[in-house]
Every structure is written in C-alpha cells, then in structure tokens.
C-alpha cells in the first residue's frame, strides 16, 4: 500500500530505507509550521508519522520536519533552489557521516552531536534525474518535540547561550578542518565538492543597491568610503583567498539557524541547522556574521 499524503508524494518510498521490510506506515499527521515572513528559501511541515512492526504489531511515532519547495518561480530563483537544495541534501547524507566516520576512525569518544537526524532526502521522483523540482524534499528530526527551542530573534542570546553556540561551532569547523589536513582526498571529494556558493540566480535583485546607496549617501561622514564599494550580487568577490585554515562554513549562522534546549534556564544543547548555503571559506565568515548579530542585538 502507498500511503497517500498531500505535503510529501509516495511518502512510503521517500522513508523505505527507515521502514526497510518490516515496518508500515499506519498514520500521518500533518501540520504547517513556517510562518509568513520565516523560512523564505523553504515551505516546512511537521510530519508525525506512526510506524507498525509487521511483525509485533508494536507502533512507534517518529516526529519529522518536511522542507519542501517555496511557492513562486520569483522565490525559487531568489533562493536558487537547484543549489541550496542540493547542498543541504548533500550535507546530511554525505558530509555528515564522512565527518562521523572521520571521528570514529580517530577513536573520538564523543562525536559532534549538533545536527538534526535526517530520515530521507529527495530530489524528484524521476529515474537518472539531477534536478530539483516539486518532488524535492527532506525529512529531518522535529527537533522541537525533542525539546529544542529557537530564541527569540528579537532578544537575541545572552553570554552563556551564545558561547554554547560557538562551541558547537567549533566543532564543527575543527572536525572539518582536521579532515582537509589529515586526509585532503576524502575533503576535497566528500566537502569540499559539495560546497556550491549561494548566488542570486535572477541578478540582483531590483530597488536592494539604489535603496543602499540613498540611504548611505545621507551620511556625510561615510558616503565617500563606503558608497562607492557598494555593488550588486554578482559585484561582489565570493571565491576564497586561499588559506590553510579554509574549510566547510554555514554561512548563515543566527537565532533562526541555532536551536537550543534548556534545563532549570539554563542553556545544555545546541543544535545547528538549515545548511542550504554551506560553502568553502575563511571560518572567520561564520563568527562575524554571528557576531555582527550578536553587536546589535547587545546595541
């Protein structure tokens, strides 16, 4: 039988690894959980699906989050989904357990642990297909029923959160890193190849450059240095110097992109997600971005 559910086609497929021959789906429960104005670059659907053993008859329920393509060809292209999707897929079922099995063969006892688990990805349902299209999707752990939570943006984090974060941070940057030195082969065919920068596919987008440079030409201290270096998305320079210290970014490191648990108020977990625009660089890209966020929300 084919479970029918109208957020994710042939959901019994897309999870036949999870289910292999002993286990069916019996129910789903759907529910959108992206909110207007959050998620841009994704549509998002909580998907608790209850799973029997054939065997048994013992049901278990596994609480999943689809991201699924934004509505629009406008959007689409803004967010180049035929990247930022395959990036992400990439991420979770090839750079992850490359970094996993890098630390196993290193005997490390306690293996980076800030990621969602992810269940399945899929990019159509066509046979010898590369392409994104409205088939895609991935099924990641519903990390809020496991009692993650995302900070208010608004309020941003305090001191002990936001060092949490960068510890997680961290790892991942030195696991990634260790592995560009100590087996440069496996990095350059398992990270480094899956890390196609993020562009703008339709140009730059209308009104964002000529809005700027009203703005900063009010400013008469600043106009002259900075107006004439303000350009457009293809303008700017995004291939990295070279540098021993390169290696796998996130690139979009805030509040929406962290999740935490907390117990008696106190920050114990992190979790970092979203990797559509992993990209290879200079890590000092992920703590100024954090920390240029981090400025204004202490402002």
Known sequence: MTWICDEVKQLDLLLNEYLGTTKLIKDVKTKK?????????????????????????????????AKVLPQGELIRQIFNIQTTYKNEMAFYKVIVPTMLYFQKELDIQ????????????????????????DDAVLLLENLKTAGFINIDKVKGFDLETAEMVLRSLAQFH???LALKIKKPEVF??????????????VGEMPLMVPT???????????????????VGWEGAKRIPKESIFNTLVHDDLWTNNTMQKFKNGKPVENKLVDFQIIAYGSPARDLFFFYGLAFLWLS
């Open 212 to 230: 700027i440079q009203l703005l900063l030409n009010e400013n008469e201290e600043i106009k002259e240095q900075i107006l004439p270096k303000v």
């Open 174 to 176: 030195g696991i990634s």
């Open 33 to 65: 959980i992206s909110q207007p104005g959050e998620n841009y670059g994704s549509i998002m659907y909580s998907l608790d699906v209850t799973v029997e053993d054939k065997q048994n008859k013992h049901e278990e329920t596994i609480h999943t989050v």
């Open 188 to 201: 350059e065919k398992k990270i480094k190849m899956h890390c196609d920068d993020y562009y703008i596919a």
């Open 110 to 133: 306690k293996p980076i642990d800030c990621f969602a688990k992810c269940y399945a990805v899929r990019k159509n349902l066509l046979e010898n297909s590369d392409v994104i299209d």
